[in-house]
Nanobody, 125 residues
Framework: QVRLVESGGGSVQAGGSLRLACVASGYTYSGHCMGWFRQSPGKEREVIAA?????????NYADSVKGRFTISQDKVKSTVYLQMDGLKSEDTAMYYCALKLQCWIPRLTDDFGYWGQGTQVTVSS
């Protein structure tokens, strides 16, 4: 079955960087979209980045992270990454990767069918 496993979370000071990874298994890594979401206590889940697996991968970012975060993928490793630079205290949240099958446009929507367990990111000011 589909399995997504995130890693790379941790604690960092404001202005620092982290790189999250999400390893996907249980299906063919092709013809779908991967997304990164985050949720902090008391707030709704927010989709922050998405990428298609077709070709080099078309990407899309939420305004809140555009210019600071970069989503990328390694198809050989079936892994999607989220490079987070210039972290701010408001980036503190649980970060989740998600998969949407039969997807060719990286829309920032919530309709992803498979989710990882999440990895915590804490940014101190």
């Amino acid at each position: 079955q589909v399995r997504l496993v995130e890693s790379g979370g941790g604690s960092v000071q404001a202005g620092g960087s982290l790189r999250l990874a999400c390893v996907a298994s249980g299906y063919t890594y092709s013809g779908h979209c991967m997304g990164w979401f985050r949720q902090s206590p008391g707030k709704e889940r927010e989709v922050i980045a998405a990428i298609t697996t077709r070709g080099p991968g078309e990407t899309n970012y939420a305004d809140s992270v555009k210019g600071r975060f970069t989503i990328s993928q390694d198809k050989v490793k079936s892994t999607v990454y989220l490079q987070m630079d210039g972290l701010k205290s408001e980036d503190t949240a649980m970060y989740y990767c998600a998969l949407k099958l039969q997807c060719w446009i990286p829309r920032l929507t919530d309709d992803f069918g498979y989710w990882g367990q999440g990895t915590q990111v804490t940014v101190s000011s």
